[in-house]
């Protein structure tokens, strides 16, 4: 029943919020490329894209009108935003079938700085699933088209990636990101 529910928030926060749908299964095709670079375990490698697909899950709790406002979100605003990774993890910490994802969800948006939210840990304390999910979220947050701001080019958003590495970005994640693009 709480696997059914888990379902029913994820086809509910699609509902409210198309753009919310298409970023979480480009996010989870991002993070299963960059575990299929690292050389992961196809086991590991399906356990990272259901992080990916399920990453924002706690975005449910926030108002709609914050989603989708077209324009900078003020410091109130932001705030709620960032309590989504706490949320997400509530909620999957709950159903058994998804526990083993909450701690990822929680942490994507840690930085390997120690600079992220919401416990503020880096480096090799963050979850190695939590990681890459925060290298394939901001990619495709970048290059995604939100209504307010344009999207970034690929090369441009890869060259953001590369910059992050060390301070955002675990450097081997990133590594591993660059090697998706690697084709000759």
């Known amino acids: 029943m709480r696997n059914q529910t888990v379902n029913i928030i994820m086809q509910t926060l699609s509902e409210k919020n198309e753009r919310e749908k298409r970023h979480s299964v480009e996010v989870a095709k991002w993070a299963k490329e960059i575990g299929v670079a690292m050389g992961l375990s196809v086991q590991k490698v399906k356990e990272i894209e259901l992080a990916g697909l399920l990453h924002d899950i706690g975005k449910i709790a926030i108002k709609e009108d914050i989603l ?16 989504h990774p706490e949320s997400g ?3 999957l910490k709950s159903v058994d079938e998804y526990s083993s ?5 929680l942490e994507h948006h840690e930085r390997f700085d120690g ?15 939590a990681r890459i999910i925060a290298v394939a979220d901001a990619f495709e947050a970048m290059i995604a088209q939100r209504p307010y701001r344009k999207s970034l080019t690929e090369e441009m958003a890869i060259e953001e990636i590369k910059k992050n590495a060390n ?8 590594t591993a990101f660059l090697k998706i693009f690697d084709k000759s």
Do not use: M
């Not at 301070?167 to 990133?174: A, L, R, S």
């Open 115 to 129: 600079k992220g939210y919401p416990k503020g840990i880096k480096g090799s304390q963050i979850s190695l699933i």
């Open 68 to 83: 989708n406002k077209p324009g900078k979100l003020t410091e109130e605003e932001y705030d709620e935003i960032k309590r």
């Open 89 to 91: 993890y509530h909620i």
């Open 101 to 105: 994802l909450a701690r990822c969800v």
């Open 167 to 174: 301070t955002q970005f675990d450097p081997e994640i990133v």
